[in-house]
Nanobody, 127 residues
């Protein structure tokens, strides 16, 4: 079983920055894609950013391109999301997810392709 634990959420003013971390533990499936999703109140969970195991490719939602950066440290089994120029509309619970079937170069943007999820961390951006 894989466990994912997010950290780094909090309250920040518009224009500020936060860095989220997601540490994976347990029976790790190596060579897998990881991603961040978010869910605002009353809305569906949406893709934010994802990265291949090899870190050779990353993908972003249009709403965060140029502001958010995803990265990973495979030696630490950790993925990060650096969020800059935050906006009130970025307010949501952010979830880390792992796709155990992706292989080293695969990357899906589809929520139902990810089979392991963290508990989520709240990000609140005040105007």
């Amino acid at each position: 079983q894989v466990q994912l634990v997010e950290s780094g959420g909090g309250v920040v003013q518009a224009g500020g920055s936060l860095r989220l971390s997601c540490a994976a533990s347990g029976r790790i499936f190596s060579r897998n894609a990881m991603a961040w999703f978010r869910q605002a109140p009353g809305k569906e969970r949406e893709f934010v950013a994802g990265i291949t195991w090899s870190s050779g490719r990353a993908a972003y939602a249009d709403s965060v391109k140029g502001r958010f950066t995803i990265s990973r440290d495979n030696a630490k089994d950790t993925v990060y999301l650096q969020m800059n120029s935050l906006k009130p509309e970025d307010t949501a619970v952010y979830y880390c997810a792992l796709d155990s079937k992706s292989g080293p170069f695969g990357l899906s943007l589809r929520r139902n392709e990810y089979d392991y999820w963290g508990q989520g961390t709240q990000v609140t951006v005040s105007s």
